[in-house]
């Protein structure tokens, strides 16, 4: 019976591989028969599970009660609490509605999104076979322990970290850990190198990598957090930081907040001093800290992200989490790993050429073509599902060869050679060789590395055509198989050597429409990166053919990141097109140093391998159909078609919100700055202040909020795929909308000014619904010319956002319903206008309406002369 594990064995974790098999069993004081049930229950008592969890959970609640700290949600609530203490239940009411509706919004896109991921959950190897004192179990994966003897077949997914003892023709396939996308062969000689890559270490099997073909034993040395896999998963704990226009709100909020403060202080204090009552001049104090504050700003973002998380979902990408759509709008740089993200994670023969009619001497005896060869020569099982099982490459040969043959001439190929033995591939000999009866000749077919196959043929001439077809096909990052046969006649005896048949080149070639995903990108002015664990060549050609790489593009390999330091690093980074031969830790010093640069980082992958670069870029975007579990609990947005012309329409989308945003900011900021200086300038102005507290709430919560929501629906603006990122620390009031909101607050003010006067100058006992009313309708025409940021309506034409119209004409049916109503007309202090007050109040908004739309002239002259500058 085996003793419990000694201490000093921890140390030795990233050795195991340069140990013998034999030294690894000792040192986990375990045998090849296994460990006993007392010995595996007390080894788990002192290592705990075979698991580990790389998202941060939350609860229902904490996920609610987290849509209430951003700042500029608890300011609202501060002034609900105040005005409840002033006796202002109403206004409280109506602030709290809306606080609790942003809250609701957020939560429930949140939640749905946590429940979609969870059905896309995919148990990772939950049972395995152990030896258990030299009997086989059945064991769930999660209670297994160091020194465990573990089975392995093809098809088996390796449930933890392993030293193999005993392996058959063993291959496993390591692309979601180490990307490299050609399944590994197996062996349990030992390694000298301590520093070997994971990809090297070929003594070892890694947790949640695939057996594709043979079987083969092993020794569990590491579990749960102490495996290669859970060593990435400790990477990607901690906070996910805010996304560009959080931060922007954030900062935002603080300005807004102090400005309003001060302002507030200074109207309560001067309406006490001159004698106005206490409460009066409070409850005043506080609608404009309410008419200061954009209330409706944060559930306006969130519905905006929300309908645009929506709108993406349609087109096959799920959104984890709410805030982070918008930061796909300011990507300035897309980091995409090759496998399974830029190419199909799937061997394919790209190409296959026969040997010159010259060489193929033994037509009078036998005549097999490069694709029977290939139809022959294969190690691959169908299963009773249909599926293939064998490795990658095998598999594409299969493939290649029956698209060649179709499946009547493949079926008939196999039936008139049968096999009568094989040599399986052969690590030393790097070859694979199938013996087959054809009539009475007998024919052995060998297939593998060119340089390994050129000493077998007798004719030189053959042999340099093969070494220079493989070295052309090679430098276009094709992985090469040769093929050959001889001859041996059963009725003379007479052996013919070795005659080459065919080569051909292999790849796992890059996804339907990436080339032109790619080309948008570039339009967009957004750079998209190659990141790779694979060989440069295969990096290079395919960085090439998808338009990623041109001939100025730089690939630097990842020790090429060990040797140089970071300066060097730096100075390189902008004309870097590939990384090539990168690990998993060399992934998201790429992605830090990008972000340090000033880019907006979008990290796109599928495997373990992508997961800490994934979390710790400004948007992380995994594949939901290929990819690994803990590279979807590590993203912000999950590809669900594994498309990544997809991801385009994701940036595409992304703009079109940031837009949006900026356009309801551009128009709740200018009425807001309107009815500030209306509330302030009055007295300066010698003018009584024309708005109560409950008439600027009304505004607020109707006349700003509805249209302004519409706003949310808004069409993509023409040339949002035309236009640079917009930078990520911009301002929100960048690009004319702080001018905007100042010149046109100022003309709403000053129009209200003029009416006010008017009215004054007519003795009109309605001047204070006048100006309510007129206030209404300016923002009403402010809405619709802000609809389109530099195209005039007349243009534009009404476009596809129909909601804002309506919401346009409703709110015009209940500001005169308002106006007509008895109830209404008392409950906001208003009278009743004859028609010609009504046409007066109208006159203000189809002056501002115009003078927005010239604004827009001026603005494009100005911005074509800045471009031809």
């Known amino acids: ?74 300011v609202l609530l501060a002034a609900v609490g105040i005005s409840i203490w002033a006796g202002a239940v109403e206004d409280a009411i109506a602030i709290a509605a809306v606080v609790i509706l942003n809250a609701c919004i957020g939560f429930f896109q949140e939640y749905k999104a946590d429940k979609a991921l969870k ?18 179990s059945g064991l769930l994966s999660s209670e297994l322990v160091p020194g465990d003897v573990v089975l392995l077949e093809a098809g088996d997914r390796v449930p933890a970290d392993l030293r193999l003892l005993e392996v058959q023709g063993m291959r496993a396939d390591e692309s979601a850990l180490t990307g490299e996308s050609v399944s590994v062969e197996k062996q349990t000689a030992i390694i000298q190198a301590q520093s070997a890559l994971l990809g090297e270490r070929t003594n070892m099997a890694f947790m949640d990598t695939l057996i594709v073909s043979g079987h083969g034993t092993g020794v569990v040395v590491s579990t749960g957090m102490q495996t290669e896999l859970g060593k990435i998963a400790s990477l990607l704990k901690g906070k996910l930081g805010l996304t560009p226009l959080q931060k922007r709100l954030q900062q935002f909020g603080r300005q807004v907040t102090l400005l309003i403060l001060i302002i507030c202080i200074l109207i309560f204090v001067n309406g006490w001093l001159n004698g106005h009552a206490l409460m009066d001049v409070l409850l005043l104090s506080i609608s404009l800290g309410v008419a200061a504050i954009p209330e409706a700003l944060p559930a306006l973002i969130t519905l905006a992200l929300s309908l645009g998380a929506a709108r993406l979902v349609m087109r096959k990408v799920l959104v984890r989490q709410l805030s982070a759509v918008e930061t796909l709008g300011s990507v300035t740089c897309i980091c995409a790993d090759k496998t399974g993200t830029l190419t199909t994670n799937k061997m394919k023969v790209r190409r296959a050429v026969a040997s010159p009619a010259a060489f193929t001497d033994l037509r009078d005896v036998i005549e097999i073509t490069l694709a029977e060869a290939m139809a022959l020569n294969l190690d691959v099982k169908r299963l009773s599902d249909g599926t293939l099982s064998g490795d990658p490459m095998e598999v594409a040969l299969y493939e290649s060869a029956l698209d060649q043959l179709g499946q009547e001439g493949f079926q008939t190929c196999v039936r008139n050679a049968p096999r009568q033995s094989e040599i399986p591939f052969d690590p030393a000999s790097r070859c694979m060789t199938t013996v087959h009866r054809i009539q009475e000749v007998q024919v052995s077919i060998v297939k593998g590395a060119p340089e390994a196959i050129a000493p077998m043929l007798t004719n030189p001439d053959e042999s340099t055509w093969l070494i220079e077809t493989s070295n052309g096909m090679s430098a276009e990052g094709l992985r090469v198989l040769a093929y050959a046969l001889s001859v041996k006649e059963n009725t003379t005896g007479q052996i013919i050597p070795g005659k080459v048949i065919g080569i051909c080149g292999l790849q796992d070639p890059p996804r339907p429409g990436v080339r032109e995903a790619v080309q948008l990108c570039r339009q967009a002015g957004i750079r998209p990166v190659m990141i790779t664990g694979d060989h440069p060549l295969t990096a290079s050609a395919i960085a090439r053919e998808i338009g990623i790489m041109d ?10 990141l060990v040797e140089l330091g970071v300066t060097e690093i730096q100075r390189k980074l902008k004309s870097v097109s590939v990384f090539a031969r990168v690990d998993p830790v060399q992934k998201l010093q790429i992605v830090n140093l990008l972000k340090d640069s000033g880019e907006t980082v979008a990290m796109t992958g599928d495997g373990v391998n992508d997961a800490p670069a994934l979390r710790n870029a400004d948007i992380g975007i995994a594949m939901g159909k290929g990819g690994t579990d803990v590279s979807r609990q590590a993203a912000h947005l999950v590809v669900l078609d594994d498309d990544f012309t997809t991801i385009v329409s994701a940036v595409h989308e992304g703009r079109r919100i940031v837009d949006n945003i900026r356009k309801f900011v551009r128009y709740t900021f200018t009425c807001n700055s309107a009815e500030i200086l209306i509330i302030t300038c009055a007295p300066l102005l010698g003018l009584p202040i024309p708005l109560l507290p409950v008439q600027i709430l009304y505004i607020n919560l109707v006349t700003d909020g509805l249209p302004g929501i519409a706003l949310a629906g808004e069409d993509h603006e023409h040339d949002s795929m035309h236009r640079p990122p917009r930078k990520k620390d911009e301002s929100i009031f960048a690009g004319g909308v702080g001018l905007h909101i100042l010149w046109v607050g100022i003309t709403m003010a000053a129009l209200v000014f003029l009416l006010e006067a008017h009215c004054l100058n007519m003795n009109s006992s309605h001047m204070s619904t ?6 209404c309708f300016l923002q009403f025409a402010h809405v619709i010319a802000v609809k389109n940021e530099r195209r005039n309506l007349y243009q534009a034409g009404l476009g596809r956002n129909k909601s804002l119209f309506l919401i346009v004409f409703f709110s015009s049916i209940i500001q005169l319903l308002v106006l007509y ?26 002056l501002l309406f115009h003078a927005v739309e010239v604004e827009k002239v001026v603005r494009r002259r100005f911005s074509k002369r800045t471009e031809s500058v």
């Open 770 to 775: 006048i100006v309510f009313t007129a206030l």
């Open 1 to 74: 019976m085996s003793t419990s594990p000694k201490a000093q064995t921890l140390p030795l974790a990233h050795v195991w591989h340069t140990r013998t098999s034999d030294q690894v069993i000792a040192d986990l004081s375990s045998n090849r028969l296994g460990l006993s049930e007392a010995d595996s229950r007390s080894r788990r008592e002192l290592y705990g599970p075979n698991e580990f969890s790389t998202a941060l959970r939350f609860t229902v609640w904490k996920i609610f009660f987290r849509q209430f700290t951003d700042f500029m949600v608890l």
């Open 821 to 846: 109503s008895e109830w209404t007309r008392n409950l906001l202090h208003l009278h009743k206008l004859t028609f010609a007050e009504l046409g007066l109040s109208v006159l203000p908004a189809v």
């Open 551 to 560: 001939n100025d593009g730089v690939l630097v390999e990842g020790k090429e």
């Open 119 to 136: 059905a896309l959950k995919k148990m990772s190897a939950p049972r395995c076979t152990v030896l258990r004192s030299g009997t086989p």
